[in-house]
């Protein structure tokens, strides 16, 4: 690969799906089904469904945790196909639900992995640690020694956030993180994320089954059923024309919940 | 009590020695034996359980009767009871590196290869250092088996604190049985002590 982050070719689209087909084992529906897809440099795109839609099968295509069986995937126009998958995925930021960090290492270790791998040196290593806490608002002084087990959920999912921006990776691949923090934090988090993106300007595909997440912090949204993209607009696109009957439903259950939550606040 | 051990200390200092012997080197075989039968295991997991089938069916079999079956294949001497007690082994090793290795979420195991590492950097980094505890577990487990079994090899003569204990109860030696028993014991202690000392410096390296 030569030249930009991830050996840009002449497409300049950060991430392309073309004709891509998976399916696994035991499985009625294909996971994917022929998914087409372009995703432009410096989006942050939330795709949205609700479990089993293939979603998460999406994302792990993208570091090759998954192998399509049909079609091509191209990062910044190369096919991911030629490229060494151990390579590759350094260079593409992952943060998952939960258990992503290891255990039996401090916060700064857990962040010093793939650096650590790259073989950055100390004071390189020492910096990176630090800005990172700091860009996810945690107190360096007071959390780099910690294990996980000493953070709240949170904490956890933030710390997660800085192993993965450390190595300044051009593609962000974020798989529902925030699904299982309570909401105040969850809130949090959503803007920090977002503040974040702003900055960097790299490319974010964050999967979510929130709807209302997905409309915040989406530039582009992908709406996803039964292996299906059944729409990929901004946000404002899809509350405006809603292309088919399931984005209809989807739409529907936000308005049930703003009237609830404008309800419980006793207008 | 006390008089008769430093009166015969040759013969218990000899019989210790030849036990630690037989002990080291058969950890030490055991040890290396299951890491490579482990690392194969992993690998063709459907062949797992048959392996612990195996292993475990050997495990219930009595020392003394293995030892006899042992000596038309290799024979008298320490070298039968290293084969037999390293047989005995594997049960015990396999089956806690097997439940320590594969107790690991297997969520995190991806997480860390969707970070960028190498199969061997995922086994090395992540899934062997969160399994240690289970690891160790099981090589102390099967230190204190080997030395207790040791015992009975001297049946073939094999050596070691068996020695003692045997003709101190042909010869009703009171002596001779409960200073073996105490050595056996300070043995399993001493041993115990270099695993933490060992296991401690892992600790610190893997981090």
């Known amino acids: 690969m030569t030249g930009g982050p991830l050996g840009k070719g002449e497409n300049m689209n950060a991430v392309e799906f073309e004709h891509v087909k998976k399916q696994f084992p035991r499985m009625g529906y294909m996971a994917l089904d022929d998914v087409n897809v372009q995703i432009n440099e410096g989006e ?3 795709i949205l469904g609700s479990s ?20 091509h995937i191209r990062l910044f126009g190369k096919d991911i196909q030629n490229s060494n998958p151990v390579l590759l995925r350094r260079k593409i930021g992952y943060v998952i639900q939960q258990v992503g960090l290891f255990p039996h290492m401090t916060v700064a270790e857990n962040i010093a992995t793939i650096p650590r791998i790259l073989k950055w040196d100390k004071t390189k290593i020492e910096n990176g640690i630090e800005e990172m806490l700091q ?3 945690l107190d360096p002084k007071e959390f780099r020694d910690r294990y996980p087990a000493q953070l709240s959920g949170g904490q956890q999912q933030r710390v997660g956030l800085a192993r993965a921006l450390v190595a300044n990776p051009p593609i962000m691949l974020l798989d529902e993180p925030f699904g299982a923090i309570d909401a105040i934090n969850r809130e949090n988090l959503q803007n920090e994320i ?10 974010y595909i964050f999967v979510t089954h929130d709807i209302r997440e997905a409309l915040k912090l989406g530039t582009k949204v992908i709406i996803m059923n039964k292996g299906h993209i059944i729409q990929y607009a901004s946000p404002k696109e899809i509350i405006n024309n809603p292309c088919d009957n399931f984005v209809i439903d989807l739409l529907k259950t936000l308005n049930i919940q703003n009237n609830y939550v ?6 | 009590m006390i008089n008769y051990f430093i009166k015969n200390f040759d013969m218990f200092g000899t019989a210790t020695l030849e036990h630690l012997w037989i002990v080291a080197v058969t950890l030490a075989i055991s040890v290396l034996l299951s890491t490579v039968l482990s690392y194969a295991l992993l690998r063709v997991k459907y062949l797992e359980d048959a392996a612990i089938q195996l292993f475990s069916a050997i495990y219930s079999i009595p020392s003394l009767a293995l030892f006899a079956l042992m000596i038309p294949v290799m024979g008298l001497g320490n070298m039968t009871a290293v084969v037999v007690l390293t047989l005995y082994n594997q049960f015990l090793l396999l089956r806690n590196i097997l439940s ?3 107790s690991v979420d297997k969520n995190l195991l991806e997480a860390a290869t969707g970070m960028g590492m190498t199969n061997f950097q995922v086994v090395t980094r992540v899934q062997l250092p969160l399994a240690f505890p289970t690891i160790i577990a099981g090589i102390r487990l099967a230190i204190i088996s080997t030395t207790g079994i040791a015992t009975i090899a001297a049946c073939i ?4 604190l068996g020695t003692v204990l045997f003709s101190g109860m042909r ?7 409960v200073w073996g028993t105490i050595l056996c014991a300070v043995i399993v202690l001493i041993e115990d002590l270099l695993l933490k000392m060992v296991e401690r410096k892992l600790r610190r390296g893997a981090c």
């Open chain 2, 100 to 102: 320590g290795m594969n």
């Open chain 1, 44 to 46: 942050f795109v939330t």
């Open chain 2, 171 to 177: 010869t009703m030696n009171v002596y001779k049985i």
């Open chain 1, 135 to 137: 860009l996810v608002s």
């Open chain 1, 52 to 71: 089993g839609c293939g979603k998460t099968t999406f994302i792990k295509m993208i570091n090759r945790l998954y192998k399509p069986d049909f079609g």
């Open chain 2, 157 to 160: 003569n094999a050596g070691g």
């Open chain 1, 194 to 203: 977002k503040r974040i993106h702003a900055q960097s300007r790299k490319t």
């Open chain 1, 262 to 267: 404008i309800d419980g606040a006793g207008i």
